[in-house]
DNA sequence: GCGCTGGATGGCACTGAGTGACAGGATACT
DNA sequence: AGTATCCTGTCACTCAGTGCCATCCAGCGC
């Protein structure tokens, strides 16, 4: 998967810029996918479109698709970058490890909408989508099994990961769908936070109190239907 | 993806069966890639191992790769039967929905666990199987997206689905890495049960009291460094 | 200036996946 | 019988992807 080049070498930062010939492809790419349709565009097309031969254009994309997301490349290592710095509660500094992500794609709107548009309408590019998505899911599954997750934890790092990720993609998916009516990047943080209070330390039967965020309190209260008094009679005989 | 042949018509009822073309394709394939390798082995190779001609081998398997995940079209039938027949609460429905994919696995374990082997050792297998997976999920989404769920319920069907097949997808793993060792369908169904109920009707705060599992009743406390009193007061405050 | 070296590029040729078109051949139905 | 239908094989074609080699263009030392 990783071998995009990305041809950054330090100097034009976002993937939105313009004039490397990255850009150059994925640009020429996008309007003739959007004009001829994915798979009747062959790949010496989008070379010519770009000035460069057949053979160069695969020393880039050594899978055709990936023309289209180039840009992962660069936000995965962001995110790894954010997982490596940051500390905290595991589970939301993994999903606050996303935020590069959905920071880019809304930097860069205009390309990523025209570029979900072709997306929809072909197989070989929502399989390839799938698969870059999962690259993250695998960088937040790998951080988190190196966590304590309390109990199953190998098992929760996994499950866990996915459900960011999931969290993610809807994110994204409403944000295409609907731009500016929502902020990405809050409704994410929000869908993190459900997820790290349900399935974090406590809400999974695991490990006691006190570890990355001692002064945060919570309760939650299934079954509304015992009194305040039974609930914490239950409580005292809890732990 | 769907557009494998089955070639059940009605006869030979599991995946492990022998004798009809298609599991002749199987297991002349799998035993290809496992003493040739999977990249060195061609379409070519695999239509003669089984005495048909190239072109008909791939109206069996549209791509390459799916001769060796012909099952899954057949699972994800069953899975897709077993949501629409049974009833009760939404997310542990799903989750058990996915049981006649772990039992198949089981009983088709020889074959599986080679496959397991040449898997592991091939990106375009591994991709492969990824996209067979997303099936279940999306499956599963599918299904979850038409119960309620609470709050924000057209996300967190996405997300349970995403957290389920994570969950299956452990479990297989760790089935194919210590077979016997753990019951795969238990332990499925004990993840299964943490994930519905830390993320469930009640998990998220998400509607009353009152629907699937009314006499259910579980606290969480977060932070014991609290008093019993001040918890209840803190819950008589709440709703 | 010159020569050298390393990386990026292009051209060429080759394998193999996947597909459309057509032609038998078997089977089933009437 | 005749005929329609489904399955299969053959042929031919496009195009993705790759290895090999020649070339070109920096940069750098001298």
Known sequence: MTPIRVTTPGGSASPGDSEDLNSRLRIGALHLFETRG????????????????????????????????????????????????????PIRVAGVALDPLVDGLVADADFVTRRAVVIRENVALRDREVLWLREYQQLLGGFLAEQDLGARSAIFAQIVAAALLAALSQVIDRWLAAPGSEDPRALLAELVDEIAESMGESGLRGRGPGAAHPERTGVVVINSRLSADEIAHLIEGAH
């Open 38 to 89: 994915f798979d009747t565009t062959t790949a010496e097309d989008i070379a010519q479109s770009a000035g460069i031969s057949r053979r160069t254009f695969f020393r880039y994309f050594p899978v055709r698709e990936d023309v289209l997301f180039s840009d992962h490349a660069v936000y995965l290592l962001r995110v790894e970058q954010r997982l490596r710095a940051a500390r905290g509660e």
